[in-house]
């Protein structure tokens, strides 16, 4: 299962969020017609979350923990309120009735919603940041890049690590109910007696308010629907069930912040009844025509995946996302998409990977949503 890690302001916010077992980020700015980048990328966030996800709270150089996704209506996220997606303000008085969280007129800034509990434990005491990469050093990738972000996500190995390190700094304090903060069902009934579909989340709204004249405008939109789209789990999905997804992964974690590189979608898929990973996905969109080198930078992030965690890359798909593929880029795949490796010994076996899939998208506008064509499929 993945983990997620929440930054606060406060260690009063972490009393209330634990007791409420609900978590909301804060909109800063909202715009009026169109939604920015780091809002689609939260959304996006939004839109992977699972139900038995664990959940961690950072504040202060300090990581407090352990929460876990649950479901109200087999859901874990939700909108605060009927098009909480679509940017522009609203009064409270107005709303007020309508929302999930509704204490005061902040809440209005908090427009997705997710839902979790204790698991075991929310234990008010935490652990400092050094102590927890310093307790599994090569578990830790994205952890190091919690920078002047929201919340960030964690793969299952970063995510075991992290629970690892919290669980053993309070095996002590287990039996004691003073040592984590309590839980009270009141905000999770009211989400499940309000709900209705209005408060589903899906990616529509965010693509439609990131189209103009008929074309999308920030590839992060694009990204939501597709996330969307293999969340889903559509028996038509040509990109194929995932059990983990998430977006902007850091592909060189040991570079200072303002030079990573990140890749758009990656993820993992498990062998059918095990928890054991069968094969890592990668894509990279383009919003407009693709040019002949994002293949190249696919293929270093085919190298990456094969170096990093699969060490074999017949583990690895990978797929090029733009409004359009030009004949030369079908032509520089074929040519450039390319890698031998050997397995076995005695005899040694010489194997060829060409697996870099390409895909157009078209926005529809009478539907409100993406459509993807794969071309050119690999012969």
């Not at 983990?3 to 909202?30: C, P, Q, R």
């Not at 190995?157 to 690892?164: C, I, P, R, S, V």
């Not at 998430?246 to 898929?269: E, L």
């Amino acid at each position: 299962m993945a983990g997620y890690i929440f930054t606060l302001d406060s260690i009063d916010s972490l009393k209330k969020i634990a007791e409420t077992g609900v978590y909301s980020t804060k909109f800063k700015n909202i715009p009026e017609k169109s939604w920015r980048t780091p809002h689609e990328g939260t959304f996006v966030d939004y839109l992977s979350m699972k139900s038995e996800d664990n959940v961690y709270f950072f504040h202060k150089r300090k990581i407090y923990g352990i929460g876990k996704l649950i479901n109200i209506h087999n859901q874990c996220i939700f909108l605060n309120f009927p098009d909480a997606d679509k940017p522009g303000t609203t009064t409270f008085d107005v709303m007020k009735d309508k929302m999930l969280l509704n204490e005061s007129k902040e809440d209005l800034n908090k427009r997705f919603v997710c839902t979790f509990k204790g698991e075991p434990f929310l234990f008010k005491k935490g652990v400092d940041m050094d102590e927890v990469l310093s307790s599994n050093p090569n578990a830790f990738k994205m952890l190091r890049a919690l920078w002047k972000l929201s919340f960030i996500k964690i793969d299952e190995t970063e995510n075991k690590a992290l629970f690892d390190c919290i669980l053993k700094a309070n095996e002590s304090r287990m039996d004691g109910k003073e040592n984590s903060y309590p839980f009270d069902r009141k905000v999770h009934e009211r989400i499940k007696n309000k709900y209705t579909p209005e408060y589903s989340v899906t990616s529509k709204n965010i693509v439609k308010c990131a189209v103009k004249n008929n074309n999308i405008q920030h590839e992060m939109a694009i990204e939501a629907a597709i996330v969307d789209y293999i969340s889903r789990n559509d028996s038509n999905n040509i990109y194929g069930k995932w059990d983990y997804v998430s977006h902007q992964v850091i592909a060189s974690p040991f570079k200072p912040i303002d030079y990573m590189d990140k890749m758009d979608v990656f993820g993992y898929r498990y062998i059918k009844g095990y928890n054991t990973i069968s094969k890592y996905l990668i894509i990279e969109i383009k919003k407009d025509a693709a040019n002949i080198e994002v293949v190249d930078q696919a293929m270093k992030y085919v190298d990456w995946i094969e170096q990093e965690y699969s060490h074999d890359y017949s583990m690895i798909e990978a797929f090029i996302v733009a409004s359009c593929i030009p004949d030369e880029v079908v032509k520089k795949r074929n040519e450039s998409a390319l890698r031998f490796y050997t397995k076995g010994r005695n005899p040694v076996e010489t194997l060829r990977w060409k697996n870099l899939r390409l895909v157009e998208y078209q926005y529809n506008q009478k539907e409100n949503h993406i459509i993807f064509k794969e071309i050119a499929p690999i012969e």
